[in-house]
């Protein structure tokens, strides 16, 4: 059974960082799509980062191009999301996903999901 398990988050200042991690557990890591959601309080959740566990491009949402990078070590079945230039419109509970496919931008498809970790920006 898939699982996932998401750590890192905290509270920073405005301009600070944070890396969160997710650690997958209960499949075979390699041809899945692995991505970063989060959700604010009374937001939709959206799409963040995402990547391909077989290599390749990732993808990113727009608020987040040249702040976040998503990144992944196949040895220890994790995957990161470092977060830079942090801002207060970043705050949001993160979730890690996951989905069996190559279609890696398509945010509708991720089944799996980790509990979450809060991120906490303040200005």
């Known amino acids: 059974q898939v699982q996932l398990v998401e750590s890192g988050g905290g509270s920073v200042q405005h301009g600070g960082s944070l890396r969160l991690s997710c650690a997958a557990f209960?499949?075979?890591?390699?041809?899945?799509?692995m991505a970063w959601f989060r959700q604010a309080p009374g937001k939709e959740r959206e799409g963040v980062a995402a990547?391909?566990?077989?290599?390749?491009?990732?993808y990113y949402a727009d608020s987040v191009k040249g702040r976040f990078t998503i990144s992944q070590d196949n040895a220890k079945n994790t995957m990161y999301l470092q977060m830079n230039s942090l801002k207060p419109e970043d705050t949001a509970m993160y979730y890690c996903?996951?989905?069996?496919?190559?279609?890696?931008?398509?945010?509708?498809?991720?089944?799996?999901w980790g509990p979450g970790t809060q991120v906490t920006v303040s200005s």
């Open positions: 996903a996951a989905v069996l496919s190559h279609d890696c931008y398509r945010w509708d498809q991720y089944n799996y």
């Open positions: 209960g499949y075979t890591y390699s041809h899945y799509c």
């Open positions: 990547i391909y566990t077989g290599g390749g491009s990732a």
